[in-house]
């Protein structure tokens, strides 16, 4: 069996842990913080000795002597400036070089350099400056440094840019450098400045100990008092809690009575969560108790409920057209239609009624949401279209009408998305409209399914007042129009994967001869194929309606 790890133990190493790497946190930024604003400090001073050393390369012209290779009075003019930089300004080097042969790495050649009066002296007559034309040495400069030179001549930086350096024989080294320029405005040369920022490295480590220290002693005592106040607030409580809860729980596992399942109170004295939670335990045991007790009672409501949702079922099922076919005398058109909730009772709802000899009116609509709710949604909507359209009108007054009665009192925000067809039955001319609805399907005579896809207005009960848009369309013998709910395409199976239009458009086209009752039946079965075992979320609703054109023997009488 694995041992147990209690609440106190789990607390205090979490703690520890969180409070240590807090500790590291805070030192490493501190750290960071601090090292980059001392180097900001040293960037800002480099920068300066460089615009000094240019404003002495300026006025010798020490561009135009690169480009000569000359080393006249000017360019001891030039070396007695940058001497005179190097004694008021606390800098290692101050030198310029240039590339005799741009495009070779290892051509670099200095061409000046400063020295403070003390280094001279230091110097002992030694000759320690550079001179137009001398090669570097080699090892001076690494790959790196070789290309970021040659990238300031060939890009002609006049901005001051900066590099870092940390090697053994010049130590850590802050560089600033610009290129110099001759007066053709040609980039020639670099004027470079090394900063010795060595200096700064034990003021770094020693400010590091410093935040490590007294960051691990106030983390030390965040811990005991935090432990502390853990112990008597929370896992204490906790563990009275759960012990409670435990005994309780054996007591169920006895299969003892609900008279004696009782649940000893903790006393939890802090004005907290823990004592919430203590309540909230307390409540949910005498909840199962009570629960217990009137299980049977519960059972038999749930039975009831059952009985009385399918009742709800089968209202629903007969309000909407059953009997197929529906208007058996009459030859000019076939239509078939289904409708399968995801649930005792759906929101989805087909209708298709004659409005009078010469016209039928068919609906295909779809309520938000599931249940109890969007059935009743779906019951008032289906009404209020119906009545209306029986008044007479276009089918974009008949959404007009129905949507602002639907807005009225609508608090729980619930819409409809319709789409309905108005088709005079002896020419086959039309209206329909689409308010937010899925795109109809449409089959000419001999031809293929296909979508018929334009702009919809907004689904009804959405906003009050909004007009909706309606088309024209004319059907021949032998025209079929296919109408749907989006439970069809939107038919998921176990992977996630939705059916699909396109799915949906293959099944309807391999069975184009069918009839409209076989063509539902057909495709309901290519989405059960598909969707397999995985439940079904959404309603599925649909209708056929085939035009054979007018009848003949019924004109001719």
């Not at 106030?218 to 809690?241: E, G, H, K, W």
């Not at 039309?430 to 005579?445: D, I």
Request: include cysteine; charged fraction near 25%.
């Amino acid at each position: 069996m694995k041992k147990r790890i209690g609440i106190r133990i789990r607390v205090a190493s979490l703690t520890i842990i969180a409070m240590f790497l807090l500790t590291a946190v805070i030192a490493g930024i501190g750290y960071r913080r601090f090292r980059l604003n001392v180097l900001q400090t040293y960037y800002k001073y480099a920068e300066t000795v460089i615009g000094l050393a240019n404003s002495v390369f300026e006025e010798t012209n020490m561009g135009d002597l690169v480009d000569a290779r000359s080393m006249g009075p000017q360019y001891e003019e030039a070396r007695a400036g940058l001497n005179n930089i190097k004694n008021n300004c606390d800098v290692k080097y101050l030198y310029a070089v240039y590339f005799d042969d741009i495009n070779d790495m290892n051509s670099l050649c200095y061409i000046i350099n400063g020295k403070s009066d003390l280094e001279l002296e230091l110097a002992d007559g030694e000759d320690v400056y550079s001179y137009m034309g001398e090669e570097c040495e080699p090892g001076a400069y690494d790959d790196k440094t070789f290309n970021l030179l040659r990238d300031c001549i060939l890009n002609k930086d006049r901005i001051i840019r900066f590099m870092e350096s940390d090697t053994a024989e010049y130590g850590w080294l802050v560089t600033g450098y610009t290129a110099v320029f001759d007066s053709q405005g040609n980039a020639v040369a670099v004027v470079a400045a090394d900063v010795d920022a060595n200096k700064i490295r034990d003021d770094m480590n020693t400010y590091l100990k410093t935040v490590v220290l007294a960051a691990f002693i106030v983390t030390i005592i965040m811990i005991v008092l935090f432990m502390m106040l853990v112990s008597r607030y929370i896992t204490d409580p906790v563990q009275r809690i759960a012990k409670s809860a435990g005994d309780y729980v054996g007591l169920m596992d006895l299969n003892v009575s609900p008279e004696e399942l009782i649940y000893e109170s903790v006393d939890v004295r802090s004005n907290d969560e823990i004592r919430d939670l203590s309540g909230d335990v307390e409540s949910l045991a005498n909840g199962v108790r009570s629960y217990m007790a009137n299980l049977e009672s519960v059972t038999a409501e749930k039975e009831r409920i059952g009985a009385e949702l399918n009742v709800a079922t089968q209202i629903q099922a007969d309000m909407l057209p059953r009997i197929f076919p529906p208007f058996p005398d009459r030859k000019e058109f076939d239509i078939y239609a289904t409708m399968d909730p995801a649930k005792e009772v759906g929101g989805d709802f087909y209708d298709f009624f004659l409005i009078d000899d010469d016209h039928i009116c068919l609906v295909m609509a779809d309520v938000s949401g599931k249940g109890v709710p969007a059935a009743l949604f779906m019951v008032i909507a289906k009404t209020l279209i119906k009545n209306r359209a029986l008044l007479g009108g276009s089918p974009s007054e008949i959404l007009s009408y129905a949507n602002d009665q639907l807005c009225e009192g609508n608090e729980a925000e619930l819409f409809v998305t319709v789409w309905i067809a108005i088709i005079e039955i002896s020419t086959g001319k039309g209206l329909a409209a689409n308010a937010g609805h899925e795109h109809p399907v449409l089959k000419k005579a001999g031809g293929q399914y296909e979508l018929v896809e334009y702009r919809h207005s907004p689904a009804v009960a959405t906003m009050e007042g909004i007009p909706f848009r309606q088309h024209e369309f004319e059907l021949s013998p032998g025209d079929e129009i296919f109408v749907y709910t989006d439970g069809v395409p939107e038919a998921t199976n176990k992977d996630n994967e939705l059916y699909g239009t396109d799915r949906m458009l293959t099944a309807l086209n391999n069975n184009k001869d069918a009839s409209c009752n076989e063509l539902l039946k057909e495709v309901r079965a290519s989405i059960d194929g598909f969707v397999g075992d995985a439940p079904q979320f959404d309603d599925i609703t649909m209708l056929s309606f085939v035009y054979h054109g007018p009848d003949t023997d019924k004109d001719s009488e």
